[in-house]
Nanobody, 121 residues
Framework: QVQLVESGGGLVQAGGSLRLSCAASGSIVSINAMAWYRQVPGKQRELVASITKNGRTNYAISVKGRFTISRDNNKDTVYLQMNSLKPEDTALYYC???????????????WGKGTLVTVSS
């Protein structure tokens, strides 16, 4: 089993920045793909960014150029640097991990409990 714990959420003004962290513990050697998702009430959870164990990244169009996902395999931690935040980025952000090399949409193997990001206008 793998446990994921997110941190770094909070309230920020539009145009500001936040950095989310996700620390993994447990059977971490099995993890390949890691990703950040977000969800707002009444909407489906959506993929924000993903990263493979060898560093290949992928971003949602809505965050490309503003968000950066990175990974420290020595610390078993994945980060999401969020710049130029907009009110529409307000959501509960979830960390996810999978044993596969690619993300599997909402069928990732492991999920954190989420960290709330609120962007005020």
């Amino acid at each position: 089993q793998v446990q994921l714990v997110e941190s770094g959420g909070g309230l920020v003004q539009a145009g500001g920045s936040l950095r989310l962290s996700c620390a993994a513990s447990g059977s971490i050697v099995s993890i390949n793909a890691m990703a950040w998702y977000r969800q707002v009430p009444g909407k489906q959870r959506e993929l924000v960014a993903s990263i493979t164990k060898n560093g290949r990244t992928n971003y949602a169009i809505s965050v490309k150029g503003r968000f950066t996902i990175s990974r420290d395999n020595n610390k078993d931690t994945v980060y999401l640097q969020m710049n130029s935040l907009k009110p529409e980025d307000t959501a509960l952000y979830y960390c996810a991990a999978d044993r596969a090399m690619v993300v599997k949409g909402l069928n990732m193997d492991y999920w954190g409990k989420g960290t709330l990001v609120t962007v005020s206008s």
